[in-house]
């Protein structure tokens, strides 16, 4: 589960670039353009500027820009990775991917990090175009860069990567606090990778998804039209999904978690509730209504319900063959900037809840197969002087062992002892509990 919380890739190694050329002309030492024309891949210069008039983030600043001269000036104005140079990137992506009247081949492709350079001067889109394998599923696409670039001039790549890591985790309840300090009880109290309950118990998973602050106060989710990510959740068959109880997000600067509305996410359970997953379309929109700017970094929770079932797989007392309930969540997230639709997926990460039997057999006297005694009722307490008030309500399983019961209603039924002297409790917390033999 560790594994889930790192980070850090070869960015030199494994990402790749192409150019795009928007305009050429000559670039001083200043990395100022001047005797400007369209470029290679803006041959529908009208068409472009027509189309660039109506992007609903730039067609304010641009609707006098008639010619070339009007766009170059409006541009003149833009400060590195701001709002509109932002836009203007994101815009000429879009069009040269998606415009029949664009010309899409590259000035140069697969350029490698800090190790390729531009034929030509003038003012270019950079790319990231890396061929990730699919096996290596854990990465992701790095912003575009607006670039003026002097001719045969090395291409400096300002790394904006943000990969998100996610993190499953179960609650294990204060047994002493329940049952009293008289008791000897597991000791992994709270949230963890793993935890013990009974069957029937409800208790609560968490999923911790991390969304990286831009390095360098860099503004790299900026680059994308919107962030989704998904949590995709498995539960092992020995455990039920019961029901969804929040869902929060918070700054990765600190603060006070805000809860994301409904409208924001969608829950997919998956029948019979072992799988299901909640995706939130848009997580800029969550951390602006939350307060904060998603390029601070965010961390998103969701917490919900589930209880141990029927098919739980059990440990017995003496701790031989031990079981786990093992449960997993891996998170989709946006990965390329150039595609909306462009979902990555993390490592998994685990979480085990356990849970015990406890077998007993009750003898007349002797200890011997022939000597087994059926018809002996017991109950089950949480203490030695075992009082009403610490009994353990048990209900009577249609295999004939016994287990806890949760419901209001519940008053507890006594165990006997059948016609091998056997009276078997199943799915316990672990602890120590103490037998009384209420019935001779």
Same mark, same amino acid.
């Given at each position: 589960?560790?594994?889930?919380?790192?980070?850090?890739?070869?960015?030199?190694?494994?990402?790749?670039?192409?150019?795009?050329?928007?305009?050429k002309?000559?670039?001083?030492?200043?990395?100022?353009?001047?005797?400007?024309?369209?470029?290679?891949?803006?041959?529908?210069?009208?068409g472009?500027?027509?189309?660039?008039?109506e992007?609903?983030?730039?067609?304010?600043?641009?609707?006098?820009?008639?010619?070339?001269?009007?766009?170059?000036?409006?541009?003149?104005?833009?400060?590195?990775?701001?709002?509109?140079?932002?836009?203007?990137?994101?815009?000429?992506?879009?069009?040269?991917?998606?415009?029949?009247?664009?010309?899409?081949?590259?000035?140069?492709?697969?350029?490698?990090?800090?190790?390729?350079?531009?034929?030509?001067?003038?003012?270019?889109?950079?790319?990231?175009?890396?061929?990730?394998?699919?096996?290596?599923?854990?990465?992701?696409?790095?912003?575009?860069?607006?670039?003026?670039?002097?001719?045969?001039?090395?291409?400096?790549?300002?790394?904006?990567?943000?990969?998100?890591?996610?993190?499953?985790?179960?609650?294990?309840?204060?047994?002493k606090?329940?049952?009293?300090?008289?008791n000897?009880?597991?000791?992994?109290?709270?949230?963890?990778?793993?935890?013990?309950?009974?069957?029937?118990?409800?208790?609560?998973?968490?999923?911790?998804?991390?969304?990286? /602050?831009?390095?360098?106060?860099?503004?790299?989710?900026?680059?994308?039209?919107?962030?989704?990510?998904?949590?995709?959740?498995?539960?092992?068959?020995?455990?039920?999904?019961?029901?969804?109880?929040?869902?929060?997000?918070?700054?990765? /600067?600190?603060?006070?978690?805000?809860?994301?509305?409904?409208?924001?996410?969608?829950?997919?359970p998956?029948?019979?509730?072992?799988?299901?997953?909640?995706?939130?379309?848009?997580?800029?929109?969550? /951390?602006?209504?939350?307060?904060?700017?998603?390029?601070?970094?965010?961390?998103?929770?969701?917490?919900?319900?589930?209880?141990?079932?029927?098919?739980?797989?059990?440990?017995?007392?003496?701790g031989?063959n031990?079981?786990?309930?093992?449960?997993?969540?891996?998170?989709?997230?946006?990965?390329n900037?150039?595609?909306?639709?462009?979902?990555?997926?993390?490592?998994?990460?685990?979480?085990?809840?356990?849970?015990?039997?406890?077998?007993?057999?009750?003898?007349?006297?002797?200890?011997?197969?022939?000597?087994?005694?059926?018809?002996?009722?017991?109950?089950?307490?949480?203490?030695g002087?075992?009082?009403?008030?610490?009994?353990?309500?048990?209900?009577?399983?249609?295999?004939?062992?016994?287990?806890?019961?949760f419901?209001?209603?519940?008053?507890?039924?006594?165990?006997?002892?059948?016609?091998?002297?056997?009276?078997?409790?199943?799915?316990?917390? /672990?602890?120590?509990?103490?037998?009384?033999?209420?019935?001779?």
């Amino acid at each position: 589960a560790d594994n889930a919380w790192e980070t850090e890739e070869d960015l030199n190694e494994k990402h790749e670039y192409d150019a795009f050329q928007i305009f050429k002309g000559n670039v001083n030492d200043a990395n100022e353009i001047s005797n400007v024309e369209w470029g290679k891949n803006i041959p529908d210069h009208t068409g472009f500027l027509a189309q660039l008039k109506e992007d609903s983030t730039l067609r304010i600043p641009f609707q006098n820009a008639d010619d070339l001269q009007d766009v170059l000036a409006v541009i003149s104005t833009w400060h590195d990775s701001d709002d509109n140079s932002i836009a203007f990137a994101r815009f000429v992506c879009k069009y040269i991917y998606t415009d029949a009247n664009a010309n899409k081949e590259p000035v140069i492709q697969g350029g490698h990090t800090g190790a390729f350079e531009l034929p030509m001067a003038g003012y270019y889109l950079i790319v990231d175009t890396s061929p990730f394998s699919e096996g290596d599923s854990y990465h992701a696409y790095n912003s575009f860069l607006l670039k003026v670039n002097q001719a045969h001039y090395h291409v400096q790549i300002k790394h904006k990567v943000v990969k998100p890591t996610v993190k499953k985790e179960v609650f294990d309840n204060d047994d002493k606090s329940s049952y009293g300090d008289n008791n000897s009880w597991g000791d992994n109290d709270g949230w963890g990778s793993s935890a013990d309950h009974a069957i029937n118990e409800p208790f609560q998973f968490r999923l911790i998804a991390k969304l990286p /602050a831009s390095k360098d106060n860099g503004r790299a989710y900026d680059y994308y039209d919107k962030y989704t990510v998904c949590f995709n959740d498995t539960l092992s068959e020995g455990i039920t999904f019961d029901r969804l109880d929040k869902v929060e997000i918070t700054s990765g /600067a600190g603060g006070t978690p805000k809860v994301i509305n409904a409208a924001n996410y969608t829950l997919t359970p998956n029948d019979p509730q072992s799988f299901f997953k909640l995706s939130i379309d848009n997580v800029k929109t969550c /951390a602006v209504a939350a307060g904060f700017n998603l390029n601070d970094g965010a961390t998103i929770t969701v917490t919900y319900t589930a209880h141990l079932n029927d098919k739980a797989t059990v440990n017995t007392a003496n701790g031989s063959n031990t079981t786990d309930n093992k449960n997993s969540v891996f998170l989709q997230y946006s990965n390329n900037p150039r595609i909306n639709t462009s979902l990555d997926k993390t490592p998994t990460s685990e979480a085990c809840v356990y849970t015990y039997q406890l077998n007993n057999t009750k003898y007349h006297d002797e200890v011997n197969e022939n000597n087994k005694l059926e018809g002996a009722g017991f109950r089950l307490y949480s203490a030695g002087t075992c009082n009403n008030a610490e009994e353990i309500k048990l209900k009577m399983n249609e295999d004939g062992t016994y287990s806890r019961d949760f419901s209001t209603e519940g008053k507890g039924v006594e165990m006997f002892s059948d016609d091998k002297g056997q009276f078997n409790v199943k799915g316990l917390d /672990a602890g120590t509990y103490y037998l009384k033999e209420t019935t001779t």
